[in-house]
């Protein structure tokens, strides 16, 4: 076993650990005979050659990653993220790597979480390796091994670095910022269109690592007025701050506070890539629009360390937004200070500024330079600004007072390069006494900013100076990428909060709006892990500080997604352009990552109609309108589905307001529903009438179409025609037939009336032969009594009628006509069983005709019509 600060050589290897964010602890050879006795419960193994590679493997190794603040006094049990470089002077052989100590992570790696890999020199960019690990975990369940094959390069100069997913360390940020400087730099500016950029240090951490702070614009409405320094904030005093803006909202972006998560570092540097294009429309209004400030990394210190979760003193740094402190957490003290400032416009409290004499004496300093990095638009403003600083020397005391409130003034100059226009009737007003009171009064405009405690939480953000709060993180468990946002009780308020994680589903292919939790529960449950609460996270804690409603965390997976959305296309590109869908989830690769932070700039611009190529109009919802509706009829519904349950079970008061939000809805609907009857009540009794009248014809129309159906009358005409066949046998259909001699005939007359049984659609064969029998046997019993000395009746089911049958118990001489029903039961008449004779009584006779009905009577009628001219025939 070897163990070093630094590098690591063990079993001819030489393992690599003193590059910013690697984390291996020590390095164990695993002799190949013993490798496969471990006494390990094997959960899961799915690689295809590990099961075999006992007889191929040349080499193995137990590795040990660092605990976040390894070897102090904070150190805690998050091992998730590893980072390392390997070399061998051995080309071509393959080794087996066991990283044995990790945290619990079978969901995320039996859903195809694979490391990645890299080579220097040769294969430059990271890529997933290509055999999918196996891992294992052991009996008590509390070490997690993860072991994957690796084939060295045939360069033995060659290094080869593992990590957990793709790494974006601490150096990677400074030299990407580095390069984003020198490019800026080089650019002159134009136009008010062109690009403000700003780069600062808020604060070093507690390793001295720097806090970057990014701020990006246009040139409309820039003021002459730099921001405040404020206290114990901004150590490099040679960098100035930015230059404030008039009338612009800020949209604040940050990234990387817990290190282990970097699909987040991509996410925004795809957003500051699309931000900093020149080109694209989109990009030109959002810089318009507002003004962006961003942080890239939140926690440089835990980064570099190669944490997953911690800062240096084993601080879960998105649990302590509420009251972060200038000792232990530096950043997320700066991060705060920084979002009240721009809340307040700009403004702060004074224990909160840094010398404010001295800001005083920059603004009146005829030295000072409005825009220095950009000389072509200070030359060509050059008598405007000279103008602007004489008016502010000469203003006298008195009209200065005009303009304030309280006694510590400034004046905030606009800059306008069409006319130069001067705005004088802003006033800031600073109070020492809360430090979170802010007042405010603008007369330009008539916008009045009232006082806001800290105990309570602003029920409207329209008059804060924030626009929009997103932290960027990663997620290791649920799949996709999707936002958090807070829980409100207004619906208004609610559907506010959904649009934007909407319009990102319509903008991105890989984001899922299913698996976006707006729940209060999700507000203020409690870590496992730390046992702290999500209130102090930086969703919660500024729209408890600001109220503002558009308060985010945007989570993507490291590994993949449920599904990919359908993306319509922008309007500039035509609705019959040909899009490459793909219907199956992709592994997520930075440049994923990179294009969900891209899609952030159209679904800012989509909240407010302002995208100039939108996808909207080809969407299914056609508008923001739509799209708010759509919402709005998804979130009733919700409301309706579960009206007595709540998000956060130990909160009555919940229960209470989604019950009355409920019963408001319900009271609407049915005054709605009493309006309705009430407008058809006033129409009078002749629309009852028509309704009524349609509804009858109507309903006697289905009825002839239905008893018209073909496939009706073949089964019927089969039923029968195979109880005819088995005459004798079937009793219950003729329960007895005089010889064979009239057998004959009456068969043929069977037959007659099924051949025209077309001609008469609506009868069937049955409805034909019950009135032919039941016609002759009451014009026998009329012309001669003594014919029938009694007679028996059987009704038979057959499907919805019944068919009576006439049985007679005594023989007669004269022959009946073709078609006649009377008989004697001779011989075939005996055969008849005791069962149907019983069944055939008398008092089924009257039950028969009832059985009848309508239709029975009108078939009988035109029997009789045909009868009668056959006989005087």
Same mark, same amino acid.
């Given at each position: 076993m070897?163990?070093?600060?630094e590098?690591?050589?063990?079993?001819?290897?030489?393992?690599?650990?003193?590059?910013? @964010?690697?984390?291996?602890?020590?390095?164990?050879?695993v002799?190949? &005979?013993e490798s496969?006795?471990?006494?390990?419960?094997?959960?899961?193994?799915?690689?295809?050659?590990?099961?075999?590679s006992?007889d191929?493997l040349?080499?193995?190794?137990?590795l040990?990653?660092?605990?976040?603040c390894h070897?102090?006094?904070f150190?805690?049990n998050?091992?998730?993220?590893?980072?390392?470089?390997?070399?061998?002077?051995r080309?071509?052989?393959s080794v087996?790597?066991?990283i044995?100590? =990790? #945290?619990?992570?079978?969901?995320m790696?039996?859903?195809g979480?694979c490391p990645?890999?890299?080579?220097?020199?040769g294969?430059?960019h990271w890529?997933?390796?290509?055999?999918r690990p196996t891992?294992?975990?052991?009996?008590?369940?509390?070490?997690?091994? +993860?072991?994957?094959?690796?084939?060295t390069?045939e360069? %033995?100069?060659a290094i080869? *670095?593992?990590a957990?997913?793709?790494?974006?360390?601490?150096?990677?940020l400074?030299n990407?910022?580095?390069?984003?400087?020198?490019?800026m730099?080089?650019?002159?500016?134009?136009?008010?269109?062109d690009?403000?950029?700003?780069r600062e240090c808020a604060i070093?951490?507690?390793e001295?690592?720097?806090?970057?702070i990014l701020?990006?614009?246009?040139y409309?409405?820039?003021?002459m007025?730099?921001e405040?320094?404020?206290?114990? $904030?901004?150590?490099?005093?040679?960098?100035e701050? &930015?230059y404030?803006?008039?009338?612009?909202?800020?949209?604040?972006?940050?990234?990387?506070?817990?290190p282990?998560e970097? &699909?987040s570092?991509?996410? =925004?540097?795809g957003?500051?890539?699309?931000l900093?294009?020149?080109?694209d429309?989109?990009?030109?209004?959002?810089?318009?629009?507002?003004?962006?400030k =961003?942080?890239?990394?939140?926690?440089?210190d835990?980064?570099?360390?190669?944490?997953?979760r911690?800062?240096?003193?084993?601080v879960n740094?998105?649990?302590?937004?509420?009251?972060?402190?200038?000792?232990?957490?530096p950043?997320?003290?700066a991060a705060?200070?920084l979002?009240?400032?721009?809340?307040?416009s700009?403004?702060?409290?004074?224990?909160? /500024? !840094?010398d404010?004499?001295?800001?005083?004496?920059q603004?009146? !300093?005829?030295?000072?330079?409005?825009?220095?990095?950009?000389?072509?638009?200070?030359?060509?403003?050059?008598? /405007?600004?000279?103008r602007?600083l004489?008016?502010v020397t000469?203003? @006298?005391? !008195?009209?200065k007072?005009r303009?304030?409130?309280?006694?510590?003034e400034k004046? =905030?100059l606009?800059?306008?390069?069409d006319?130069?226009a001067?705005?004088?009737?802003e006033g800031?007003?600073k109070?020492?006494?809360?430090?979170?009171?802010v /007042?405010?009064?603008?007369?330009?405009d008539?916008q009045?900013?009232?006082?806001v405690?800290?105990?309570?939480?602003?029920?409207?953000?329209?008059n804060?100076? +924030?626009?929009?709060?997103i932290?960027l993180h990663g997620?290791a468990s649920?799949?996709?990428?999707?936002?958090?946002?807070?829980?409100?009780?207004?619906?208004?308020d609610?559907i506010?909060c959904?649009?934007?994680p909407?319009l990102?589903?319509?903008?991105?292919p890989h984001?899922?709006f299913?698996s976006?939790?707006?729940?209060?529960?999700?507000m *203020?449950?409690i870590?496992?892990?730390d046992?702290m609460?999500?209130e102090? @996270?930086?969703?919660?804690?500024?729209?408890?500080?600001?109220g503002l +409603?558009?308060?985010?965390? +945007?989570?993507c997976? *490291?590994?993949?997604?449920?599904?990919?959305?359908m993306?319509?296309?922008?309007?500039?590109?035509?609705?019959n352009?040909?899009?490459?869908?793909?219907?199956?989830p &992709?592994?997520?690769?930075?440049a994923?990552?990179?294009?969900?932070?891209?899609?952030?700039?159209? %679904?800012i611009?989509d909240l407010?109609?302002?995208?100039?190529?939108s996808r909207?109009?080809?969407?299914q919802?056609?508008? $923001?309108?739509?799209?708010k509706?759509?919402?709005?009829l998804t979130?009733? %519904?919700n409301?309706?589905?579960?009206?007595?349950?709540?998000?956060?079970?130990? #909160?009555?008061?919940?229960?209470a307001?989604s019950?009355?939000?409920?019963?408001?809805l319900?009271?609407? $609907?049915?005054?709605a529903?009493?309006?309705?009857?009430n407008?058809i009540?006033s129409?009078?009794?002749l629309?009852?009438?028509?309704i009524?009248?349609?509804g009858?014809?109507?309903?006697?129309?289905?009825?002839?179409?239905?008893?018209?159906?073909?496939?009706?009358?073949?089964?019927?005409?089969r039923?029968l025609?195979n109880?005819?066949? #088995?005459n004798?046998?079937?009793?219950?259909?003729?329960?007895?037939?005089?010889?064979?001699?009239?057998?004959k005939?009456?068969?043929?007359?069977?037959d007659?009336?099924?051949?025209?049984?077309?001609?008469?659609g609506?009868a069937?064969?049955?409805?034909t032969?019950?009135p032919?029998?039941?016609?002759s046997n009451n014009?026998?019993?009329?012309?001669?009594?003594t014919?029938v000395?009694?007679e028996?009746?059987?009704?038979?089911?057959?499907?919805?009628?019944?068919l009576?049958?006439?049985?007679?118990?005594r023989?007669f001489?004269?022959?009946?006509?073709?078609?006649?029903?009377?008989?004697?039961?001779?011989?075939?008449?005996?055969?008849?069983?005791?069962?149907?004779t019983?069944?055939?009584?008398?008092?089924?006779?009257?039950?028969?005709?009832?059985?009848a009905?309508?239709?029975t009577?009108?078939?009988?009628?035109v029997?009789?019509?045909?009868?009668?001219?056959k006989?005087c025939?």
């Open positions: 070897a163990s070093t600060a590098n690591i050589a063990c079993g001819g290897f030489v393992f690599f650990n003193n590059f910013d @964010s690697a984390n291996l602890a020590r390095v164990e050879p002799r190949i &005979p496969f006795e471990k006494d390990v419960y094997e959960t899961e193994s799915k690689s295809t050659n590990s099961s075999n006992k191929t040349d080499y193995e190794f137990n040990w990653t660092k605990h976040d070897g102090t006094q150190q805690n998050n091992r998730t993220w590893f980072y390392f470089g390997v070399k061998s002077s080309p071509s052989v087996k790597f066991n044995v100590n =990790l #945290n619990k992570q079978v969901k790696f039996s859903q979480m990645v890999f890299k080579i220097v020199p294969h430059l890529e997933r390796i290509r055999e891992y294992t975990l052991d009996q008590r369940g509390n070490d997690f091994t +993860l072991s994957f094959l690796y084939y390069p360069n %033995s100069k080869t *670095y593992f957990f997913t793709y790494p974006f360390s601490y150096t990677d400074q990407y910022l580095s390069r984003i400087d020198v490019r730099e080089k650019r002159s500016v134009i136009c008010r269109d690009i403000y950029y700003h070093k951490s507690l001295d690592r720097r806090l970057d701020t990006i614009s246009s409309h409405n820039i003021s007025e730099r405040d320094r404020l206290s114990n $904030l901004f150590p490099e005093k040679s960098e701050r &930015p404030k803006f008039h009338d612009k909202k800020v949209i604040f972006i940050s990234a990387r506070v817990h282990g970097t &699909p570092s991509f996410v =925004l540097n957003f500051l890539n699309f900093l294009n020149r080109e429309q989109i990009a030109i209004h959002l810089r318009r629009l507002y003004v962006f =961003l942080i890239p990394m939140l926690n440089p835990g980064v570099a360390k190669g944490h997953y911690m800062d240096t003193k084993g740094l998105n649990r302590v937004y509420l009251n972060p402190s200038e000792v232990d957490h950043t997320i003290y705060r200070n979002i009240k400032y721009y809340h307040n700009y403004q702060l409290p004074s224990e909160l /500024t !840094d404010l004499s001295n800001i005083n004496l603004i009146m !300093d005829s030295n000072v330079s409005i825009i220095n990095s950009t000389a072509s638009i200070a030359n060509a403003v050059r008598d /405007t600004t000279t602007l004489q008016q000469f203003m @006298s005391l !008195d009209e007072n303009c304030a409130l309280d006694s510590s004046h =905030l606009t800059l306008d390069l006319n130069a001067i705005d004088e009737s800031l007003s109070e020492g006494d809360k430090s979170e009171n /007042t405010e009064v603008r007369t330009s008539k009045a900013y009232t006082a405690g800290m105990d309570e939480i602003p029920k409207s953000s329209d804060s100076g +924030l626009y929009l709060y932290d997620h649920k799949k996709g990428v999707f936002m958090y946002g807070n829980h409100f009780t207004d619906s208004e609610t506010a959904m649009l934007l909407k990102m589903s319509i903008n991105n984001f899922h299913t976006c939790n707006f729940a209060e529960r999700n *203020y449950i870590d496992k892990r046992g609460s999500r102090g @996270s930086g969703r919660v804690a500024v729209y408890k500080m600001t +409603l558009r308060s985010y965390t +945007l989570e997976n *490291y590994n993949s997604g449920r599904l990919v959305n993306i319509p296309a922008r309007i500039r590109d035509g609705v352009k040909t899009m490459n869908h793909v219907f199956v &992709p592994k997520y690769t930075p994923v990552f990179e294009a969900v932070g891209a899609a952030l700039g159209p %679904s611009l407010n109609g302002n995208n100039p190529n909207l109009p080809n969407s919802y056609r508008s $923001l309108r739509g799209v509706s759509h919402l709005n979130y009733v %519904s409301l309706s589905a579960s009206p007595g349950k709540s998000v956060r079970k130990d #909160n009555e008061d919940t229960v307001r019950s009355g939000i409920l019963k408001e319900e009271t609407r $609907l049915n005054d529903v009493t309006g309705a009857r407008a009540r129409e009078g009794s629309v009852k009438k028509c009524l009248r349609r009858a014809s109507f309903y006697t129309a289905v009825k002839r179409i239905k008893n018209s159906k073909k496939p009706r009358q073949t089964l019927t005409r039923a025609k109880h005819c066949a #088995n004798v046998e079937n009793s219950a259909i003729i329960c007895a037939i005089k010889s064979e001699t009239e057998a005939p009456f068969l043929k007359a069977i007659r009336y099924r051949s025209s049984r077309s001609n008469a609506s069937t064969v049955s409805d032969l019950e032919r029998l039941s016609a014009k026998k019993s009329t012309a001669t009594k014919r000395p009694s028996e009746t059987a009704a038979v089911r057959q499907g919805a009628k019944r009576k049958v006439i049985s007679f118990t023989t001489k004269p022959l009946p006509e073709v078609g006649e029903s009377s008989g004697a039961a001779g011989e075939t008449g005996a055969k008849v069983s005791p069962k149907v019983r069944t055939c009584g008398k008092q089924s006779v009257k039950g028969a005709h009832d059985r009905g309508i239709a009577r009108k078939a009988e009628w029997f009789q019509a045909e009868r009668s001219k006989d025939r």
